[in-house]
């Protein structure tokens, strides 16, 4: 797997480490294998977290209104991360693990 089915503005989930289940936001690209990601509350947008996509299960939620935000390098606040994660709390359904193909 590597980033290019990823989306700026997708809601993934951490499969591994400390932080392993918790929904975070992609709000940035780094290369074929990371991205950064941000929850709002203990990963906000100005600390965002570095993860390697094999680590991640990808949900087919992409916010497309922080999609366009992030694509044009527009301030971003932790409120609207944290009301994309809160709206995929209620249909967040997985669409494939980072690790396969």
Same mark, same amino acid.
């Given at each position: 797997m590597d980033t290019q089915r990823l989306r700026l503005g997708q809601v993934v989930s951490s499969r591994a480490g400390r932080d392993s289940g918790i929904k975070y936001v992609v709000i940035g690209i780094i290369d074929d294998k990371h991205v950064? %990601?941000?929850?709002g509350h203990n990963r906000p947008v100005s600390k965002p977290k570095k993860?390697?996509?094999?680590?991640?299960l990808i949900h087919n939620v992409v916010d497309q209104s922080l999609?366009?935000?992030l694509s044009t390098k527009a301030r971003i606040d932790d409120k609207s991360i944290l009301? %994309?994660?809160e709206?995929?709390?209620?249909f967040g359904n997985l669409e494939r693990q980072g690790g396969e193909t």
């Open positions: 950064l %990601v941000a929850n993860k390697n996509v094999r680590h991640l999609e366009a935000q009301r %994309v994660i709206e995929t709390d209620s």
